[in-house]
């Protein structure tokens, strides 16, 4: 392992891949399959009005589920709070809190590494963590510009 933080997530061309059959699986009688992982995110474009139904891993942190992202898509949040969810077999509106600047996007990482553990942290967000210690808020904020990481907390309306 290294001494930095680096990003760890698969291709995109795979990601876009399978994007469909895990579009498929979570709108089944098979979501759980997912549900420890994927939900779906059903978002309307800004400026296109068209319609985007995108799957992503999320955290569980009691009271919310924290979505790391770089992904442009994310833009599609910034003037809504209210977004549409299909988790659990079930769909749902929910808040969405976009956040996009560095230090306060390392300090809601660093909370949740806390919470979650340095293992299900690096596996959930894609981030491969410092060997052996935790990494400082410097460091975190500096992957977070490098990678162009911003968060989204859903939380129940």
Avoid: C
């Avoid at 290294?2 to 009688?29: E, F, K």
């Avoid at 569980?60 to 709070?81: E, G, S, Y």
């Amino acid at each position: 392992m290294s001494d930095t933080i680096t990003r760890r997530i698969p291709p995109q061309r795979l990601i876009t891949a399978m994007n469909p059959l895990v579009r498929a699986i979570a709108g089944s009688r098979l979501h759980r399959l997912l549900d420890a992982n994927v939900l779906i995110l059903h978002l309307t474009g800004r400026r296109t009005g068209r319609h985007y139904d995108i799957p992503v891993g999320f955290a569980d942190l009691d009271d919310a589920l924290l979505i790391v992202t770089q992904h442009p898509w994310r833009a599609n949040l910034r003037d809504t709070t209210e977004v549409i969810v299909t988790h659990q077999g079930f769909t749902r509106q929910m808040h969405a809190q976009l956040e996009e600047e560095p230090s306060t996007v390392a300090t809601q990482l660093g909370k949740a590494i806390a919470q979650l553990g340095r293992t299900d942290a690096q596996r959930r967000f894609g981030l491969a963590l410092p060997a052996h210690r935790d990494p400082d808020p410097a460091e975190l904020e500096a992957a977070v510009r490098e990678y162009s990481l911003a968060t989204i907390t859903l939380r129940k309306t």
